[in-house]
T-cell receptor
Framework: GAGVSQSPSNKVTEKGKDVELRCDPI?????LYWYRQSLGQGLEFLIY????????KSGLPSDRFSAERTGGSVSTLTIQRTQQEDSAVYLC?????????????FGPGTRLLVL | SQKIEQNSEALNIQEGKTATLTCNYT??????LQWYRQDPGRGPVFLLL?????KEKRKERLKVTFDTTLKQSLFHITASQPADSATYLC???????????FGRGTSLIVHP
């Protein structure tokens, strides 16, 4: 079946512009996660959704970052007034959401470059 | 603070040998630990999960051990192949959280 998809695959933007990153999770997965991965760094947790609500937003680095999820499916991560330090790969993952020991299925990521 | 350590240096081995990767952690009481594989330009792919009360888990050529006393997990690939070349990430989860914490990963390079 279809896996997690993300769009765009690559995004180049100018400092100060807003960007929207999209994630389509696996159908039926209620849990959705956003991570950020910088070169040579581990996965940095950003936000977790269970259905449409976000019980854990603790990883969002600043108020320029926000995310929403509608219909328990597609999620959008928005970065306002982008800065060069926002350049990274943004990964989305989904899981069934039924227990805490579930496997996460990752998308291919969106590579963001802020000039 | 909680810390997960994976060797930042790439592991280079010859085809056919056993690759062993290490994941150490401090200030953490994980309920379970996962290993993922990540290829360049791709998202991580789940390989194995081991619980705190399990010592060892196997899947085909893969073996994971989990020593909560040493606070260490070892990930073994036997009869390694060039196609096993990738970055391997460990991820720890406590019993009360849906959010795993990932290590930075170790790059494995298998030479033909």
């Amino acid at each position: 079946g279809a896996g997690v998809s993300q769009s765009p695959s690559n995004k180049v933007t100018e400092k100060g512009k807003d960007v929207e990153l999209r994630c389509d999770p696996i159908s039926g997965h209620t849990a959705l996660y956003w991570y950020r991965q910088s070169l040579g760094q581990g996965l940095e947790f950003l936000i977790y959704f269970q259905g449409n609500s976000a019980p854990d937003k603790s990883g969002l680095p600043s108020d320029r970052f926000s995310a929403e999820r509608t219909g328990g499916s597609v999620s959008t991560l928005t970065i306002q007034r982008t800065q060069q330090e926002d350049s990274a790969v943004y990964l989305c993952a989904s899981s069934l959401g039924a227990s805490r020991k579930e496997t996460q299925y990752f998308g291919p990521g969106t590579r963001l470059l802020v000039l | 603070s909680q810390k997960i350590e994976q060797n930042s240096e790439a592991l280079n081995i010859q085809e056919g040998k056993t690759a062993t990767l290490t994941c150490n952690y401090t200030n953490y009481s994980p309920a379970y630990l996962q290993w993922y594989r990540q290829d360049p330009g791709r998202g991580p792919v789940f390989l194995l999960l081991i619980r705190e009360n399990e010592k060892e888990k196997r899947k085909e050529r893969l073996k994971v051990t989990f020593d909560t006393t040493l606070k260490q997990s070892l990930f073994h690939i036997t009869a390694s192949q060039p196609a096993d070349s990738a970055t391997y990430l460990c991820a720890l989860s406590s019993g009360g959280s849906y959010i795993p914490t990932f290590g930075r990963g170790t790059s494995l390079i298998v030479h033909p």
